[in-house]
């Protein structure tokens, strides 16, 4: 539990000495969602439609734009490795960086939702089921991520490969998250989608940091 | 280049000794060097005589369906690519399972030699289902759960193989490529339930080798044929591959440079 601390508490600050880090991702979301109705034209009725689903395919790439560098600086100033070859568990170590990541990506996301939810239209009463589904889905989507970034740690420019590792393993967060604010037009209950977006982010907890933790180890030792 | 003279260990008093020695006897490159090149022969001449038999059955003789017309005669191809990709994903997350947990060489070489060859079932499935649903469906591609989910898994096999060409370092590649493998693998059924709930347009399954099937003996024999031509066919190529991948890694061992 130690380690879980210390690790989430330098990642925190760490972050906070870089803030470009944090604000960067939450402005290219704000950002891309603003060009929406510019897009797809100002018709209410349509960017309602499709709110819930730009919101969340935008929370899953800015979370794939966040997560590049994650473990890489820590794996160019050698504090990886030492992480690594220490004695304590490397899954509480992973965890709590992931904790931290989401802190400063995923939370913010998740309440900057209502600003993109009104400049798209989306019904007032649907806002908070929307923030809901967010703050289940992206703790899933961080750790999966960082499957993806812990593999390519050692990797040259490797962000196109990182987006073709872990979009494909987004998809099941990214149908259940819609699922809950789309439910309403098909009639359908929310319980579901929101226990299996629960059930998605247990699984995750439990299972994402040996992963990550068995591809460190490797991106460690190349 | 120790491995290749660490089998029978004096395990065949043991019960299932068989069992264990093979295990050993697969994990030197050597001895399956040997005897992949027999067994390439035996399914290689297993895949021809039943994919000969199995398509000039399907496409010529089997008789037309009362609703779709001839253009069902596609699933000849398509049903066993499905199969095979699916189950060589499978494949791949169980050699990735061996190669972290023994480090056996041969584990790599099998994901290795396995992705493309999924890679390109699965695209085949994806090409001949488009082509099937131009005219039954309307579209060349309707996203549903089979669909999007064989499309997921294609991704995925692309993942693996552009994974492999970026990490320098051979044995860190073969590591990285089981631990996505296997991530691949735990997320499959979550990904084909998840799209299944979410949407469906693609029929259920009619087609299984142990049930009694939903169609008729003159439809289901040229497919099951086919079925299993295939995998002789997946096994043949993946044995193949194999092969190339021994004598290109053991470049350096004696027992190859006298070949």
Not at chain 2, 167 to 174: D, V
Request: hydrophobic share 55%; with cysteine.
């Amino acid at each position: 539990m130690t380690v879980f601390v210390s690790s989430l508490a330098r990642d925190w600050r760490a972050n906070l000495r870089q803030p470009s880090q944090i604000i960067n991702p939450l402005a290219f979301f704000l950002l891309v969602v603003s060009l929406f109705p510019l897009g797809v034209g100002p018709e209410p009725l349509v960017l309602a439609r499709i709110a819930p689903g730009v919101v969340w395919v935008l929370a899953l790439l800015a979370a794939l734009l966040s997560v590049e560098g994650l473990y890489r600086q820590d794996y160019d100033d050698g504090s990886l490795e030492q992480l690594v070859i220490g004695a304590r568990p490397l899954y509480f170590a992973v965890l709590g960086k992931a904790t931290s990541q989401w802190l400063v990506t995923g939370a913010p996301l998740t309440l900057l939702a209502p600003i993109a939810g009104f400049m798209l239209y989306l019904p007032t009463e649907q806002v908070g089921w929307l923030m809901l589904s967010l703050a289940l889905g992206t703790p899933t989507i961080t750790l999966l991520a960082g499957i993806g970034a812990a593999l390519t740690v050692g990797v040259n420019r490797g962000g196109t490969l990182l987006a073709l590792i872990i979009l494909p393993l987004f998809v099941p967060v990214l149908i259940f998250g819609t699922a809950v604010t789309e439910t309403l037009l098909l009639g359908a209950s929310r319980e579901f989608p929101l226990l299996i977006l629960c059930a998605l982010l247990a699984a995750s907890i439990t299972l994402a940091p040996f992963a990550i933790a068995a591809a460190l180890k490797i991106g460690v030792e190349q | 280049m120790s491995s290749g003279r660490e089998t029978d260990s004096g395990a065949q008093r043991k019960p299932h000794g068989w069992l264990k020695t093979l295990w050993h006897k697969l994990g030197s490159p050597r001895w399956f060097y040997d005897i992949g090149g027999r067994w390439l022969y035996g399914f290689g001449a297993f895949a021809v005589v039943l994919l000969t038999i199995g398509t000039i059955w399907g496409l010529a003789v089997a008789p037309i369906d009362y609703q779709q017309g001839n253009s069902y005669r596609i699933m000849f191809v398509h049903v066993p690519t499905a199969i095979v990709a699916q189950s060589c994903f499978m494949l791949c997350g169980a050699a990735g399972m061996v190669l972290l947990v023994w480090r056996m060489k041969m584990a790599d070489m099998a994901l290795e030699a396995a992705v493309p060859i999924g890679l390109l079932m699965s695209a085949l499935a994806l090409a001949s289902g488009s082509i099937w649903g131009r005219p039954t469906w309307g579209a060349w591609w309707v996203s549903d759960a089979r669909t999007v989910s064989t499309l997921i898994m294609l991704f995925l096999y692309i993942a693996l193989y552009a994974l492999r060409g970026a990490i320098p370092r051979a044995e860190a590649a073969g590591r990285a490529c089981a631990v996505l493998a296997i991530v691949g693998l735990v997320n499959i059924p979550i990904i084909k339930y998840s799209v299944e709930w979410w949407n469906t347009l693609h029929q259920t399954s009619s087609f299984s080798v142990v049930e009694r099937p939903a169609m008729p003996a003159s439809m289901y024999l040229p497919l099951l044929l086919n079925v299993i031509g295939f995998y002789c066919f997946f096994a043949t190529v993946l044995i193949a591959r194999m092969r190339t991948l021994v004598l290109k890694k053991e470049s350096g061992a004696r027992w190859v440079q006298e070949l």
